[in-house]
């Protein structure tokens, strides 16, 4: 039978139940983050049955409802989508051979300025689609033409916005070679971004340039060094950038991995704050933009290493059918893969050692990889599996069938 329920009625059913609450529990934890500014609890009993049955939205009860569980307000009841990557290549009104003309130019006009903006945004949307190798060629191309804008006739203004582009690009290439497993060139493009942010002042390449060396450290078994990463990153951009989200989420996910759930819970919760205080995205695609979606990948790692299985499995779910669209086509496989891998390790502790490992090979299946990130997360789950099934055949072949692909 077809669930023909809005997918935020489905999100507070799934919130609810993993948490074992009844309706009249939930409507108590509703009220409790309310003030006393709502109804009298029959009432509230009886609207919130009318929201898991789809009948109604919550209205001016969105905030409450997500906080109630912990998440930010866009993350259950997202607002229509910004524009394409298309629509905003359009919208420069050049074409990048036009683009490339200009830039060659003795004078940089504002307009010029613009059309490359939309490059740089373009190319932090292909970042989770295009081929890592094609990505870095283009992303270094891109870069090598805007570092030559240097010379030219520039304003003051001008300068630092061309100092901020070097310093985006810069920060894709460090991320799409990380990707490839290149390290070593991955951190040094990272300093080299994190250096042109500093001389453009510019909060959000530093911010970035930050997080990419928290990621980095994560993914490499440095759980002590990612957080002090993430403590540098916040000391240097302030509370109201949206790369503080992403900062917290690698401060809490490497306090998961350290088995803390109270630091996990203090950084899930600044997150959580910064990102409902935030507009929607404009672009939500862009690798660059904190996308409130992506709330759900970085929980779903979190409560699956504190042993939260239940809610780890509902934010997975929700990675996966946010990252897919109706043809089934996976738009995000970089993160659909670790929620996937989320699933196996579920599926391991369960007894399921066919479920974990089914996940495991959809995990390896999706074409576009963070090297890094799915060798982390591929190795915690076969881990998983060969503690609960040390002597089985089919564990000890999925292993070897990891190895060989991560190395491939």
């Known amino acids: 039978m077809v669930d023909d329920k809005p997918a935020w009625a489905r999100r507070i059913i799934a919130e609810r139940s993993a948490r074992g609450w009844s309706q009249e529990d939930a409507v108590r934890a509703l009220r409790a983050h309310g003030d006393n500014q709502t109804p009298d609890h029959k009432s509230m009993v009886r609207q919130w049955k009318r929201w898991e049955a789809g009948e109604v939205e919550p209205g001016r009860y969105k905030t409450l409802i997500a906080r109630t569980f912990g998440t ?15 629509e905003l290549l359009a919208a420069s009104g050049m074409d990048t051979l036009e683009l490339v003309a200009r830039l060659r130019g003795s004078d940089i006009s504002d307009s010029t300025l613009d059309g490359l903006a939309v490059v740089v945004d373009k ?75 500093e001389e453009a002042d510019d909060k959000d390449v530093i911010g970035w340039a930050w997080e990419m060396s928290a990621w980095f450290n994560l993914t490499a078994g440095n759980y002590r060094a990612a957080v002090a990463a993430t403590d540098a990153g916040l000391a240097a951009v302030g509370p109201t950038h949206s790369v503080v989200v992403q900062l917290d989420a690698h401060r809490a996910k490497a306090w998961a991995r350290m088995r803390d759930r109270r630091e996990v819970e203090v950084a899930l919760n600044e997150g959580r704050k910064v990102l409902d205080s935030l507009p929607y995205p404009h ?48 738009l995000r ?7 996937e891998i989320t699933l196996g390790v579920l599926a391991a502790r369960a007894g399921d050692l066919e479920g974990a490992i089914g996940a495991g090979r959809r995990a390896l299946q999706l074409g576009r990889r963070s090297l890094p990130s799915l060798a982390m997360n591929a190795h915690e789950l076969t881990a998983e599996v060969a503690r609960r099934f040390p002597s089985e055949r089919a564990g000890l072949e999925f292993a070897e069938e990891l190895q060989a692909a991560l190395a491939a």
């Open 123 to 197: 190319l932090g949307v292909d970042y989770s689609r295009e081929p890592a190798d094609q990505l870095r060629a283009e992303g270094l191309e891109w870069l090598r033409r805007v570092d030559a804008m240097r010379d030219r006739r520039l304003t003051l203004k001008q300068h630092r916005e061309v100092l901020s582009l070097a310093g985006r690009v810069a920060l894709l290439v460090g991320c799409v070679e990380a990707d490839m497993g290149l390290r070593g060139p991955a951190e040094a493009t990272r300093q080299a971004a994190l250096s042109l942010g």
């Open 333 to 339: 496989p970089m993160r659909v893969a670790e929620a």
């Open 72 to 86: 930010a307000t866009a993350v259950i009841f997202p607002p229509d989508r910004g524009a394409t990557d298309a």
């Open 283 to 330: 672009n939500v695609a862009n690798h660059f933009v904190v996308d409130p979606s992506k709330w759900d990948f970085y929980t779903q790692d979190c409560y699956r290493h504190v042993g939260e299985d239940d809610l780890a499995r509902v934010y997975a779910e929700e990675v996966i059918r946010t990252g897919t669209d109706w043809r089934g086509t996976v």
